[in-house]
């Protein structure tokens, strides 16, 4: 079965810059659409951004887009997620998940979670 691990979660100021990986083993890991999504204190989870299992497919929540930038490398079984411009209101927990059956924002078929790696900004 697929595991997902988060790393790369940190505390920045406003405006700057982190790369979040989510690394992947015990599947076949080019099988997955792989998304990230973001849970604030408080709030509802939401997706952030998704690539498709071959990477040529990416889909973004328009609140991020043209500041973060979703990849994948299937040789290195990981995904990544380059995240500029950062927002205080964008404190949160950040998850990637893997789906087997479709790619996109919604949370329909999300069924491997990783822990999480928590991203403060500051303001």
């Known amino acids: 079965l697929l595991q997902l691990v988060e790393s790369g979660g940190d505390s920045v100021q406003a405006g700057g810059s982190l790369r979040l990986s989510c690394v992947a083993s015990?599947?076949?890991?080019?099988?997955?659409?792989i998304a990230w999504f973001r849970q604030g204190s408080g709030k509802e989870r939401e997706a952030v951004a998704a690539i498709g299992s071959t990477g040529v497919h990416t889909f973004y929540a328009d609140s991020v887009k043209d500041r973060f930038t979703i990849s994948r490398d299937n040789a290195k079984n990981s995904a990544d997620i380059q995240m500029n411009n950062l927002k205080p209101d964008e404190t949160a927990t950040y998850y990637c998940?893997?789906?087997?059956?479709?790619?996109?924002?919604?949370?329909?078929?999300?069924?491997?979670w990783g822990q999480g790696t928590q991203v403060t900004v500051s303001s």
């Open positions: 015990g599947g076949t890991f080019s099988n997955y659409c």
């Open positions: 998940a893997a789906n087997p059956f479709r790619c996109g924002l919604g949370g329909s078929g999300y069924e491997i």
